[in-house]
Every structure is written in C-alpha cells, then in structure tokens.
C-alpha cells in the first residue's frame, strides 16, 4: 500500500528564515509526488510537482523540493518565509489512476 | 483560463432540505472529482468522473448525489443530509488519457462550505 507521511503538523518560523515541511513516502511504484498549499477557507493550489524527472523540483513562490528515493523523502523547503506563506501544506502521492493519497498535513505559522 | 468555479461558496441547510452544489472548468479536462474536507483534515475523495461516466464512488451515503451533465460542469445533490456531514466540499478536474490513467495534477476549486442544521 502506499502512504504518505508529513512528519510535524505544525511548524513555525520568523520571516525571512528558511522553511523546511518534511513528508517521506511509501511506494511500491516509482512515484509521482506533489505539494499543494492551502490558505485559510481555500482550495488547494498546487506548488509543485515531481514525476520522475530532475530530482530537485522548484514551484512557485520560491519553494522548491527534493526527490530522495533512497530516503523516501520529498521535502519542501523555501530559502527565506515571508508573512503570506502562513497556510496549510499537503504532501500527496499519486496511486492508481485517479486517486491522490494525502498527508495529514503541516501548518506553517510566520512570526513577524 | 485555469479555474474550477464553485458555486454557492456557503450553504447552509436543514436536514430536510434538498440542494445542490455545482462546479464549472473550462480548462478541457475529462476528469472531475468531488472531495470533502473536515477541518483540520486532508480532503477525502468522494466521486470521480471521467469523461462524464462515474469512475468512482467511495462509498459514499446515497444522501450525496453526483451528476455530470457535459464534461465542463459537475453537479453534488444533497438531500437529507446528517449535521455530520457539515464541511468544506472541493471540486477538482484534470487531464485524463483514453485509458483512464491519470495525466496531470488536479486543480481544485475553492470550495463550498456546507453547514447542515
């Protein structure tokens, strides 16, 4: 089976320090990965995705990720947090034809 | 044009009402979904639609109705609906090929909020 793992379910940090949301993942297949961000009383935007290209993968608004196949892992990670990145951020996994496996989610909290 | 437009964005109904949520994209995608969202929760699927056939159903109560009337446009009919089932309800489309595997990531809309008193 596969499965999705987002290790905190909250993270906060000062603007303009770096942000780091860890998911690690569990596939039988090569995977095809992605982050989606969600603010408050929003759908889903998706920030980026990885489907067995480059390993490292940049989206939008400065964040970008990492594929590790030996780690499992699929971080994200932005160089310097800004005050409108405080949302809700979702690690999801592609399994089958149409079904997505989500994280439990990790909130991002910006201290001013 | 890449939205997916969900119309009302609040709702708020009696247990014994019936109504109906509804959701538009013109991006040509062949795929639709519905997700509900329980707040502090990652979406649950509930219904996939390809090229405008039911694909899947998640089990879902028949209280919750699903219609694809053309390939831009989803309906979710609800009737006698439980206050349990009060949450945020995502619409989404993507591309899908022929064969029914997936082609690209799902853009969701921005949700109906369904409150059931």
């Known amino acids: 089976a596969q499965s999705v793992t987002q290790l905190d379910s909250h993270v906060s940090v000062s603007e303009g320090t770096p942000v780091l949301l860890r998911c690690n993942y569990s596939s039988s297949y090569s995977p095809s990965l992605f982050w989606y961000v969600q603010h408050p009383n929003k759908g889903l935007q998706l920030l980026l995705k990885y489907t067995s290209a480059a390993t490292l993968v940049k989206g939008i608004n400065g964040f970008e990720a990492e594929f590790k196949k030996s780690e499992t892992s699929f971080h994200l990670t932005k160089p310097s947090a800004h005050m409108s990145d405080a949302a809700e951020y979702f690690c999801v996994l592609i399994q089958g034809a149409q079904k997505l496996v989500f994280g439990q989610g990790t909130r991002l909290t910006i201290n001013p | ?117």
Not at chain 2, 25 to 30: K, V
Not at chain 2, 38 to 45: F, M, Y
Not at chain 2, 49 to 64: M, W
Not at chain 2, 73 to 99: G, I, T
Request: aromatic fraction near 10%.
């Open chain 2, 1 to 117: 044009d890449t939205e997916v437009t969900q119309t009302p964005k609040h709702l708020v109904m009696g247990m014994t009402n019936k109504k109906s949520l509804k959701c538009e994209q013109h991006m040509g995608h062949r795929a639709m979904y519905w997700y509900k969202q329980k707040a502090k929760k990652p979406p649950e699927l509930m219904f996939v639609y390809s090229y405008e056939k039911l694909s899947i159903n998640e089990s879902v109560p028949s209280r919750f109705s699903p219609e694809c009337p053309n390939s831009s446009l989803l309906n979710l009919h609800l009737h006698a609906l439980q206050p349990e089932d009060s949450a945020l309800y995502l619409c989404a489309s993507s591309q899908v090929r022929a064969s029914g595997r997936w082609a690209g990531e799902l853009f969701f809309g921005e949700g109906s909020r369904l409150t059931v008193l």
